[in-house]
C-alpha cells in the first residue's frame, strides 16, 4: 500500500459507494414538495420502527434534537440537568441554549459512558433530566442510569447520536429513555447528505408537544399554542436519502464492528486500552484508543499517512466560554481527555487499509517510540 496515499478518519466517498440517489432525489424533485411531504412522513414512520418506538418526530439536526428535547420536557432558566463531559458539548449546548444549568457526572473508565455512581450522588439535589450518550457507539449502562434518575424523579433523555442501532437483549437505543436524540450529519452512522436529526418518544403527550415545538408552537397552521417554538425541520431531499440509507444501517454496524474487532485482536498485548465492548451494544461509531504518549504516536501516524482525531481534547467543565473550573470534580474523564485518539473506523474502509493502520500502531510501539 502506498504510504503516500493517506487513509482518512471517514470517507464518504467509501461510505456511501454503491448508492444511487438519484432516484429518490429525482423522485422529490419531480414532485415538487420540499417540506413536510411523504418522505419525512414515510422516514418517521420507518425509523420509529426500526428503533422500537411509537414517535419519531424528524428536526433540522442533532444539536436541535437536543435543544427541543429539552423544551418538550419543559426544562427551563434554573433547572439542573445532568450530563457527562467527554461527549463534545453537544449536550452542554442545549441545556445553555434553554438556560438550564449543567451538572456534569463522571464516566466509568471502561465504557467511557456515564457512572452509574456518580449519577447517584449528583441526584442527591435533584434535576430535571438526565442525558445520557451512548458514546463512540456504546450502548451506556442505561437501564441502571434510567432507574437511578427516575427514583430521583428526573426524565431520561438518550443521545443517540453515535449509536444508531446499539442494542441490548432488552432493547434498542432510543427505546429506553423518555425521549432520545439523533443526529443524521453525515459521518453519523445513518448520515443523510446534509443536516438531519429526530427525536424519538413513546409517549404520546411528548410527542404532540415536539411536534409543535419544531414547527413554530403551531398546534393548527398560524395558531401559537406552545411558547418557545421554533423551525426546525428535516427536508424532502434528506429524507427520502435516509430512507434508501435506513436498510443497510445494520449491514454498516456490523462492518464497523468487523474493523474494530480486528484491531482489538492486533492491538490485544499493546500497552494502550481498548474499546469495552465488540458485542451487539457497539456499533463502532469511533474506534477510540486511549495511548500514554498520544503527541508522539498521532504524529508518528500522520507520517506514516494515518489519519486520526481526539473525540474529545477538552471536557465540557474546562471550556472557556463557561467558568466553572473547579466547580467539578471528574478524574476519569479529565485522565482520559488526555489519552484519546481515534483511528479510521468506517463502512468501505477496505482490509487493505485496515491492516496498514494495524501494521503502523504495532511499529510505533516496536519501536518504543
Ligand atoms: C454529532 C452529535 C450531536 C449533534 O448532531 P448535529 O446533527 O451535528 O447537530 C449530538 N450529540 C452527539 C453525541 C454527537 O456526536
Known amino acids: ?67 427541543i428535547a429539552l423544551l418538550g420536557m419543559g426544562v427551563g432558566p434554573g433547572d439542573r440537568v445532568v450530563t457527562v463531559a467527554n461527549a463534545g458539548f453537544y449536550s452542554s449546548t442545549a441545556i445553555r441554549a434553554v438556560g438550564a444549568e449543567p451538572v456534569y457526572v463522571d464516566v466509568d473508565d471502561r465504557s467511557l459512558t456515564m457512572c452509574p455512581e456518580s449519577l447517584k450522588q449528583a441526584l442527591a439535589q435533584p434535576a430535571k433530566v438526565v442525558i445520557v450518550t451512548h458514546l463512540y457507539g456504546q450502548l451506556a449502562e442505561i437501564q441502571t442510569l434510567a432507574s437511578i434518575a427516575r427514583e430521583s424523579g428526573a426524565a431520561v433523555l438518550e443521545d443517540c447520536a453515535q449509536s444508531h442501532g446499539a442494542r ?53 397552521k398560524y395558531h401559537v399554542t406552545v411558547p418557545l417554538g421554533r423551525n426546525s425541520r428535516l427536508d424532502e431531499m434528506q429524507a427520502a436519502i435516509l430512507r434508501v440509507k435506513l436498510p443497510l444501517l445494520d449491514q454498516w454496524n456490523a462492518e464497523r464492528r468487523d474493523i474494530a474487532k480486528k484491531y482489538c485482536e492486533a492491538f490485544a498485548a499493546l500497552p494502550v486500552k481498548l474499546p469495552a465492548s465488540l458485542g451487539d451494544d457497539f456499533v ?86
Not at 436524540?181 to 453525515?186: A, L
Open 168 to 220: 441490548s437483549e432488552q432493547g434498542q437505543c432510543g427505546a429506553f429513555g423518555d425521549l432520545a436524540c439523533f443526529s443524521f450529519y453525515p459521518t453519523k452512522n445513518l448520515g443523510a447528505l446534509g443536516d438531519g436529526g429526530a427525536i424519538v418518544t413513546s409517549s404520546p403527550e411528548i410527542a404532540e408537544r415536539l411536534l409543535k415545538l419544531r414547527q413554530y408552537g403551531w398546534a393548527t
Open 284 to 369: 463502532a461509531h469511533l474506534f477510540v484508543l486511549r495511548v500514554e504518549n498520544r503527541a508522539a504516536f498521532i504524529q508518528y501516524l500522520k507520517d506514516q499517512g494515518v489519519s486520526t482525531d481526539i473525540h474529545y481534547p477538552v471536557p465540557d467543565h474546562w471550556q472557556t466560554a463557561y467558568k466553572l473550573n473547579g466547580t467539578f470534580d471528574l478524574p476519569v474523564t479529565e485522565t482520559a481527555s488526555s489519552k484519546l485518539v481515534s483511528l479510521p473506523c468506517f463502512p468501505g474502509l477496505t482490509t487493505e487499509q485496515v491492516n496498514r493502520v494495524i501494521e503502523v500502531v504495532c511499529n510505533f510501539f516496536k519501536q518504543g517510540v
Open 1 to 67: 500500500m502506498d504510504a503516500k496515499q493517506q487513509i482518512p478518519l471517514f470517507s464518504a466517498v467509501a461510505a456511501n459507494a454503491g448508492i444511487d440517489f438519484s432516484e429518490p432525489l429525482m423522485r422529490v424533485v419531480n414532485r415538487h414538495w420540499y417540506i413536510m411531504g411523504e418522505e419525512v412522513k414515510a422516514f418517521e414512520r420507518e425509523f420509529a420502527d426500526y428503533v422500537g418506538v411509537e414517535h419519531c418526530i424528524s428536526v433540522a439536526n442533532g444539536s436541535e434534537a437536543l435543544e
